[in-house]
């Protein structure tokens, strides 16, 4: 334990320590994308990162026409949504398996569309790369090290509440918005009415979504999804055509009670 | 006023520190919880502190990308700044943001020194673009001094905000430097890009575009992890890492695609000696929703 800090100054060991600091000296050397909060509770759960790691894939996302006035699957882009996420996933998890990890926490998955080419956008997932400070066996059924898009705080309070990351899981389904008939929009000029074949359509799309993201979190036997967003993503296609996008947690049992430390209520006096 | 030579403090620099030394008034640029933050490890905010420098990047390297089977089929490389052997590449124009960053930290870092600070924190790095090709280079930062005890001859510096070098500090970590990571990369778009990206080639992956991105960012994590083994510390913060990616056409109907990956961060060091860190948070639960905090 070190000297609490008081009113005498910073940690003598503090100051020592970068005094003596020296190019080049053996270090234990780690990166990390994580917030200084993040850190520290991912150091307090029990693990060390290890490394920031990244995977990255620049994809040509292919081309498909909705009919006009059909509610329909765009399966072609659900399927390129879907599998450049994986790409970029997939090298993510080799460099951390590369690194030796249990895990990968803080995960965060984007796409930028970009302005050369046609179609082109670039799949991304950053994160840090952990390691157990024990021994016990962290991986998941594939063998991989586990995934979490949790931010730090959340991963410290999900292993204190006895539960583990499996992986993330997600499912995308990119949807055509079916028109309205010309008749049936005349037909609501001027009404408050609700336009069936519009929620239908969300609702499937949604759904079909929602199912594929929990078809991946049964194959790794997990017990549920914690953090799951559900975002509808209009990207590049126009007002009809919309990805939605299911991403969160799978997460396993650690022990049998599941209880927590009854937080204290605090006031912050901050804005 | 004599013409300045560029070693040193500017002049207005150092009156600011000569009229520092006399009245001693202190000033700062932490929030209040960041100054209450570094009170509760032992600083005391001294005054802010900056180091600035405009230089003009006339130019940036030869930018060609080092392929020569204009309209074969032959596949191309991809050619980071850092490569060596190679003629191609955009290292002057890395060397010379090196340069600037490097160049702004060290002069904040003198204000620093002449203030008797041993460390500067919260501080805010900035490259702006200026007419023609100058650039700006400026980091901006609070100087702190340890309220008794050792003293440091050369003074930390860290982006992170007085509150997060409380809690490091805390949790037997201190910052060290600030590490930067910067490279460019350039690929000639050959044939197979070229197919696979073009409006009928539907779903597939731009190989040589990933092949682009994946180098120079490796290649700006490198520089980074060195900034961190370099100074000897045990490991290194991310604060930001960004990527831009454009094309450019230096002849008729040969297209090269160009990637710039920076990362900064702070680099720390461990100095708690027991095997895992001391920290012990305490659950606590805000009494405001989260919307109201943001």
């Given at each position: 334990m070190t000297e609490t800090p008081t009113a005498?100054?910073?940690p003598a060991d503090a100051m020592r320590r970068l005094a003596e600091m020296r190019p080049g000296q053996k270090t234990t050397l780690f990166t990390s994308d994580l917030s200084v909060n993040e850190f520290l509770l991912v150091r307090e759960s029990g693990f060390r990162p290890l490394g920031l790691v990244l995977g990255s894939s620049i994809y040509h996302v292919g081309f498909q026409l909705g009919r006009w006035n059909k509610n329909q699957e765009l399966d072609v882009l659900s399927t390129a949504m879907y599998h450049a996420r994986e790409l970029a996933m997939t090298r993510m998890e080799a460099e951390a398996d590369v690194l030796g990890a249990d895990g990968i926490v803080g995960v965060r998955l984007d796409i930028e569309f970009k302005?050369?080419?046609?179609d082109l956008a670039e799949f991304v997932a950053v994160g840090t790369a952990v390691k157990s400070d024990g021994n016990d066996s962290w991986r998941n059924n594939t063998g991989k090290p586990f995934t979490s898009d949790l931010s730090g705080q959340d991963f410290w309070t999900l292993i204190q509440a006895g539960y583990a990351p499996l992986g993330m899981v997600m499912g995308s389904c990119v949807y055509h918005v079916a028109h309205q008939r010309f008749w049936q929009s005349m037909g609501n000029i001027g009404q408050n009415v609700e336009i069936p074949q519009f929620t239908e359509a969300l609702y499937d799309a949604r759904e079909l979504a929602m199912s594929r993201m929990q078809a991946e979190a049964e194959q790794l036997q997990a017990e549920g999804i914690v953090g799951v967003q559900l975002l509808s993503l209009p990207h590049k296609?126009?007002?009809?055509t919309t990805e939605f996008f299911a991403i969160g947690t799978a997460v396993r049992p650690l022990r049998a009670d599941h209880t927590i430390a009854t937080p204290q209520l605090v006031l912050p006096l901050t804005d | 006023m004599p013409d300045w030579d560029?070693?040193?403090?500017p002049p207005a620099a150092a009156a600011r520190m000569d009229r520092f030394a006399r009245s001693g008034l202190r000033t700062s640029l932490l929030s209040v919880p960041g100054a209450a933050g570094v009170e509760s490890v032992g600083f005391t905010p001294v005054g802010e502190v900056m180091g600035c420098m405009v230089q003009q990047i006339g130019w940036q390297g030869y930018?060609?990308?080092?392929?020569?089977?204009?309209?074969?089929?032959a596949p191309s490389r991809t050619i980071t700044s850092?490569?060596?052997?190679?003629?191609?590449?955009y290292r002057p124009y890395v060397d010379a943001l090196y340069r600037g960053y490097r160049t702004a930290i060290a002069r904040m870092v003198t204000e620093a020194t002449r203030m008797g600070a041993d460390g500067v924190v919260g501080v805010r790095l900035s490259a702006q673009h200026m007419t023609g090709s100058n650039r700006e280079f400026v980091a901006l930062g609070t100087a702190v001094r340890n309220r008794a005890g050792q003293h440091l001859e050369k003074p930390f510096t860290t982006d992170l905000p007085g509150q997060d070098v409380a809690k490091l500090i805390g949790a037997g970590w201190a910052p060290a430097a600030i590490g930067i990571g910067i490279s460019v990369a350039v690929r000639h778009d050959d044939y197979r890009t070229r197919s696979q990206s073009?409006?009928?080639?539907?779903?597939?992956?731009?190989s040589g575009y990933t092949e682009l991105v994946m180098h120079v960012r490796s290649d700006a994590r490198h520089r980074f992890e060195r900034a961190v083994t370099d100074g000897g510390a045990d490991g290194a913060i991310v604060s930001r890492m960004t990527l831009n990616i454009w094309e450019i056409e230096p002849s008729d109907g040969h297209r090269d695609h160009v990637a710039e990956s920076q990362v900064f961060g702070t680099t720390i060091a461990r100095f708690?000696?027991?095997?895992?860190?001391?920290t012990s948070s305490l659950t606590i639960l805000p009494l405001r929703s989260k919307t109201e905090s943001r």
């Amino acid at each position: 334990m070190t000297e609490t800090p008081t009113a005498q100054g910073v940690p003598a060991d503090a100051m020592r320590r970068l005094a003596e600091m020296r190019p080049g000296q053996k270090t234990t050397l780690f990166t990390s994308d994580l917030s200084v909060n993040e850190f520290l509770l991912v150091r307090e759960s029990g693990f060390r990162p290890l490394g920031l790691v990244l995977g990255s894939s620049i994809y040509h996302v292919g081309f498909q026409l909705g009919r006009w006035n059909k509610n329909q699957e765009l399966d072609v882009l659900s399927t390129a949504m879907y599998h450049a996420r994986e790409l970029a996933m997939t090298r993510m998890e080799a460099e951390a398996d590369v690194l030796g990890a249990d895990g990968i926490v803080g995960v965060r998955l984007d796409i930028e569309f970009k302005e050369f080419g046609s179609d082109l956008a670039e799949f991304v997932a950053v994160g840090t790369a952990v390691k157990s400070d024990g021994n016990d066996s962290w991986r998941n059924n594939t063998g991989k090290p586990f995934t979490s898009d949790l931010s730090g705080q959340d991963f410290w309070t999900l292993i204190q509440a006895g539960y583990a990351p499996l992986g993330m899981v997600m499912g995308s389904c990119v949807y055509h918005v079916a028109h309205q008939r010309f008749w049936q929009s005349m037909g609501n000029i001027g009404q408050n009415v609700e336009i069936p074949q519009f929620t239908e359509a969300l609702y499937d799309a949604r759904e079909l979504a929602m199912s594929r993201m929990q078809a991946e979190a049964e194959q790794l036997q997990a017990e549920g999804i914690v953090g799951v967003q559900l975002l509808s993503l209009p990207h590049k296609w126009g007002g009809h055509t919309t990805e939605f996008f299911a991403i969160g947690t799978a997460v396993r049992p650690l022990r049998a009670d599941h209880t927590i430390a009854t937080p204290q209520l605090v006031l912050p006096l901050t804005d | 006023m004599p013409d300045w030579d560029g070693t040193g403090l500017p002049p207005a620099a150092a009156a600011r520190m000569d009229r520092f030394a006399r009245s001693g008034l202190r000033t700062s640029l932490l929030s209040v919880p960041g100054a209450a933050g570094v009170e509760s490890v032992g600083f005391t905010p001294v005054g802010e502190v900056m180091g600035c420098m405009v230089q003009q990047i006339g130019w940036q390297g030869y930018g060609g990308c080092g392929y020569y089977g204009y309209g074969g089929y032959a596949p191309s490389r991809t050619i980071t700044s850092t490569d060596r052997q190679s003629y191609a590449g955009y290292r002057p124009y890395v060397d010379a943001l090196y340069r600037g960053y490097r160049t702004a930290i060290a002069r904040m870092v003198t204000e620093a020194t002449r203030m008797g600070a041993d460390g500067v924190v919260g501080v805010r790095l900035s490259a702006q673009h200026m007419t023609g090709s100058n650039r700006e280079f400026v980091a901006l930062g609070t100087a702190v001094r340890n309220r008794a005890g050792q003293h440091l001859e050369k003074p930390f510096t860290t982006d992170l905000p007085g509150q997060d070098v409380a809690k490091l500090i805390g949790a037997g970590w201190a910052p060290a430097a600030i590490g930067i990571g910067i490279s460019v990369a350039v690929r000639h778009d050959d044939y197979r890009t070229r197919s696979q990206s073009t409006w009928g080639a539907g779903n597939t992956e731009v190989s040589g575009y990933t092949e682009l991105v994946m180098h120079v960012r490796s290649d700006a994590r490198h520089r980074f992890e060195r900034a961190v083994t370099d100074g000897g510390a045990d490991g290194a913060i991310v604060s930001r890492m960004t990527l831009n990616i454009w094309e450019i056409e230096p002849s008729d109907g040969h297209r090269d695609h160009v990637a710039e990956s920076q990362v900064f961060g702070t680099t720390i060091a461990r100095f708690h000696r027991g095997e895992a860190a001391p920290t012990s948070s305490l659950t606590i639960l805000p009494l405001r929703s989260k919307t109201e905090s943001r």
